[in-house]
């Protein structure tokens, strides 16, 4: 079963649409939106079974021009 983690990244000023085109480019994705406050973007992805979601994340998204800084929240089954 894959892990669900929402994903928060604050861009380099003026880079926003460029960083998001180049994550849709990668196709990592589930869902990703923009957002105001102290990110730029909420990625919502599913990290393949067996897979570590630091190495992953750091592996698949984190090479992206222009991200300054990512907050990675991990999910878990309430019910």
């Known amino acids: 079963m894959s892990t669900c983690v929402y994903v928060q990244l604050r861009c380099r000023p003026g880079t926003t649409y460029d960083?998001?085109?180049?994550?849709?480019l990668k196709e990592i994705h589930s869902?990703?939106?923009s957002t105001s406050g102290d990110f730029d973007l909420l990625?919502?992805?599913?990290?393949?079974?067996?897979?570590?979601?630091?190495k992953y994340?750091?592996?698949?998204?984190?090479?992206?021009?222009?991200?300054?800084?990512?907050?990675?929240?991990?999910?878990?089954?309430?019910?």
């Not at 960083?19 to 849709?24: D, K, P, R, Y």
């Not at 994340?57 to 019910?79: G, M, Q, W, Y």
């Open 19 to 24: 960083v998001a085109e180049a994550i849709t």
């Open 31 to 33: 869902e990703l939106y």
């Open 43 to 54: 990625m919502k992805l599913y990290i393949p079974t067996g897979e570590d979601v630091g």
């Open 57 to 79: 994340i750091n592996d698949h998204l984190l090479d992206v021009p222009d991200i300054e800084r990512s907050l990675t929240t991990l999910t878990f089954k309430a019910f």
